[in-house]
T-cell receptor
Framework: GENVEQHPSTLSVQEGDSAVIKCTYS??????FPWYKQELGKGPQLIID?????GEKKDQRIAVTLNKTAKHFSLHITETQPEDSAVYFC?????????????FGQGTTLQVKP | DVKVTQSSRYLVKRTGEKVFLECVQDMDHENMFWYRQDPGLGLRLIYF???????EKGDIPEGYGVSREKKERFSLILESASTNQTSMYLC????????????FGEGSWLTVV
C-alpha cells in the first residue's frame, strides 16, 4: 500500500549547523507534501509545504526540496537553534485526493545542542 | 488563527469502558480527522469526516467509532477501551476549498489500564 518512509529517526546537531531530514513516498499521484513540527506536549504545526509542480521552496532558515522522479523530498534547516529541537513529520497526500488525507512518515526527533 | 480544541488532554480509563474524545473547531472547516500517534509509527488516520453526519474509515478504524452531528464538532468513540488503545489522539481540520493545509489540535493522551 501507500507509505512514506522518513529518515533518520533521530538527529543530533550542534547549534549553528544544518539539519536535513529525508522522506520517500510510494504513490506517484501524491501532489502535496507538508512538513510538521511537534514540540513536546503539543500538536503538530505546519512549518512548510510544497506542491508537486514546484521543485524547491524556502522560508527563512527552512527549505524543502522535491524530486518527483525519485519520489523523495527533504527538509533543510540552516543555522539551527535550540528552539528547533522537536519532532518533525513529513507527509504526502494519498493520491491526488482533495480530501486532504495525508500519509505521515515515522517522525524525526531533532536535538540541537547549544 | 485556526483553533482546534481537544477538551480532554489527559485521560485514564479502565479496560472495557466507553470513551469519548471531543474535538471542536472554530473555522467552519468541512473536513475533520482523527489520528493516532505512536512512537516509531508516525500519525495514522483512524476516521475522517467531510461533512456533517458523513464519515469515512481511515487506515486503522477497528475498535473506534465517530460522530459528527454538528459541523464544528467531531467525536471519537471507543466503545470498549482496550490497553492497546493507549495512545496520543490528535484531531485535525481542513477547509473544503482547494488548499490542503491541515490544522491539528493539541492532542489527547489516553491511558487504558
Amino acid at each position: 500500500g501507500e507509505n512514506v518512509e522518513q529518515h533518520p529517526s533521530t538527529l543530533s546537531v550542534q547549534e549553528g549547523d544544518s539539519a536535513v531530514i529525508k522522506c520517500t513516498y510510494s504513490d506517484s499521484a501524491s501532489n502535496y507534501f507538508p512538513w510538521y513540527k511537534q514540540e513536546l506536549g503539543k500538536g503538530p504545526q505546519l512549518i512548510i509545504d510544497i506542491r508537486s509542480n514546484v521543485g524547491e521552496k524556502k522560508d527563512q532558515r527552512i527549505a524543502v526540496t522535491l524530486n518527483k522522479t525519485a519520489k523523495h523530498f527533504s527538509l533543510h534547516i540552516t543555522e539551527t537553534q535550540p528552539e528547533d529541537s522537536a519532532v518533525y513529520f513529513c507527509a504526502a497526500t494519498r493520491g491526488s485526493s482533495n480530501t486532504g488525507k495525508l500519509i505521515f512518515g515515522q517522525g524525526t526527533t531533532l536535538q540541537v545542542k547549544p | 488563527d485556526v483553533k482546534v480544541t481537544q477538551s480532554s488532554r489527559y485521560l485514564v480509563k479502565r479496560t472495557g469502558e466507553k470513551v469519548f474524545l471531543e474535538c471542536v473547531q472554530d473555522m467552519d472547516h468541512e473536513n475533520m480527522f482523527w489520528y493516532r500517534q505512536d512512537p516509531g509509527l508516525g500519525l495514522r488516520l483512524i476516521y475522517f469526516s467531510y461533512d456533517v453526519k458523513m464519515k469515512e474509515k481511515g487506515d486503522i478504524p477497528e475498535g473506534y467509532g465517530v460522530s459528527r452531528e454538528k459541523k464544528e464538532r467531531f467525536s471519537l468513540i471507543l466503545e470498549s477501551a482496550s490497553t492497546n488503545q493507549t495512545s496520543m489522539y490528535l484531531c485535525a481540520t481542513r477547509p473544503g476549498q482547494p488548499g490542503n493545509t491541515i490544522y491539528f489540535g493539541e492532542g489527547s493522551w489516553l491511558t487504558v489500564v
